[in-house]
C-alpha cells in the first residue's frame, strides 16, 4: 500500500507519522511524508523536516519527503489523488468536555474532500 502522511509540527501529526511507520515496518508500505505549515504547531518548517528525519533515521527503507505549499488541506488532498495513493494520514482530533471530537480547518477539508482513504491518528 502507498501511504501519504501529512506532518505539520504537531505532536499529533508525529505521533500519526510513528504509527505509520510501525505499520508500514509490518505490512511493507510505501511511506511518503507531506511536509506543511499548521497554523497551530509552533516548529518551522525546517525543524519538522530535521524532527521528521529524525524519526525516520533508523528504518532501513527510502521514505520520500516533500514539503507542500499553499493551503494545507487541498495541497494534501491532491497530491494524495495525484500520486495514486491508498491513504492519507493525519493526526488531528481532541475531545471536548461534552465527548465530541473537534477538527482543525485541515483535517476538515480533507475528510470532506479527499477520494483517497483518509486515517485519522487522534
Known sequence: MRV???VGGTERSFAALEGTVERARQA???VTV???DD???TLTR???RDRVGTLLEDWDRQVEIRD????PGSQLVEVAESGEFDQLV???GNRTPMGKIQ???IAQFVLFNSQVTVKLVR
Open 4 to 6: 501519504l502522511v501529512g
Open 28 to 30: 511493507d508500505d510505501a
Open 34 to 36: 507531506a511536509i506543511f
Open 39 to 41: 497554523p497551530s504547531a
Open 46 to 48: 525546517g525543524q519538522v
Open 68 to 71: 507542500v505549499d499553499g493551503d
Open 90 to 92: 493525519l493526526g488531528n
Open 103 to 105: 477538527l482543525d480547518s
